[in-house]
């Protein structure tokens, strides 16, 4: 009884209009499965969902990288510095992604200041093109998702008891030694769990592709919606959609079999 609220919010709010695009994936004119056929059997469609997974993952393990040093450094701040330093990371948690992504074009343009700074600074003869490519939009799919992959390597790193690198130290092994013995393995559900989390939702991105990339980075979601917009394909939409879907579940799957679900858990 507890969990019926929840239950009959999911189901009215998620499951129903899944059932109904369902579907709407099997309602093409030309029989059951022929969007799904079309979907699968068009090489750019294929191009398409190859693209959206590795720019998913480029994007999470850029996370990834640049999540390690700064949740190890919050692991070692006390008090306000603490407090200062987890408001920085929550700060962009609070602000439209379509505002962020807009500031990055205006950041991010031929003769914006980022170029004008390089150019300043005599880094670079020419300004340089990072924006309406993949370039711009890694930085800017890293900017939204970057506290994802923070909180819960920050939640794996604050549990390892620090008596254990002192332990370490007293045995002779030099700071890398403790690393690669020590945190690195104590860190692993941290570090996956953010790998899961960013890698599921850069999957799903929409906005920041769209606008940083131009037209010109196509993924599934801008796909999706081309369909709908455009083409009024409805039946093709849907399929697309439950294809990036039981990907998604296939990925997720994978991973829960790679990393039993407990571990994930600890992470949190």
């Known amino acids: 009884m507890l969990?019926?609220?929840a239950l009959i919010f999911m189901t009215g709010a998620?499951?129903?209009?899944?059932?109904?695009?369902?579907?709407q994936s099997l309602s093409d004119p030309r029989g059951t499965f022929a969007a799904y056929a079309e979907i699968l059997g068009s090489s750019v469609y294929r191009r398409v969902l190859l693209h959206t997974l590795s720019t998913a993952l480029i994007v999470t393990a850029i996370s990834i990288v640049l999540a390690c040093p700064t949740a190890f450094l919050l692991t070692r701040l006390k008090g306000a510095r603490l407090q200062v330093a987890f408001w920085c990371v929550l700060a962009p948690?609070?602000?439209?992604s379509l505002v962020r992504t807009f500031s990055w074009m205006?950041?991010?343009?031929?003769?914006?200041?980022?170029?004008?700074?390089?150019?300043a600074a005599h880094l670079t003869a020419a300004p340089l093109k990072l924006l309406f490519n993949d370039t711009g939009v890694y930085i800017g799919m890293v900017h939204v998702l970057l506290p994802?992959?923070?909180?819960?390597?920050?939640?794996?790193?604050?549990?390892?008891?620090?008596r254990l690198a002192l332990a370490s130290e007293g045995l002779g092994a030099g700071p890398w030694m403790t690393f690669r013995r020590v945190y690195l393995p104590l860190s692993l559900p941290g570090v996956a769990a953010a790998a899961m989390l960013v890698f599921l939702i850069a999957l799903g991105f929409f906005v920041t592709p769209a606008l940083l990339g131009g037209g010109r980075n196509l993924t599934v979601a801008i796909l999706i919606q081309s369909m709908v917009d455009e083409r009024l394909a409805w039946p093709i939409a849907g399929a697309a959609s439950f294809v990036l879907l039981t990907a998604?579940?296939?990925?997720?799957?994978?991973?829960a079999r790679l990393v039993p679900l407990r571990r994930f858990m600890g992470a949190f």
């Open 14 to 23: 998620f499951l129903a209009p899944l059932a109904k695009l369902l579907e």
């Open 93 to 96: 948690l609070w602000i439209s």
């Open 148 to 162: 994802y992959a923070i909180l819960p390597m920050y939640a794996a790193l604050v549990r390892i008891d620090p």
């Open 248 to 255: 998604t579940l296939a990925l997720l799957l994978l991973t």
């Open 3 to 5: 969990l019926l609220p």
């Open 106 to 119: 205006l950041l991010l343009e031929t003769y914006g200041p980022i170029n004008r700074l390089l150019r």
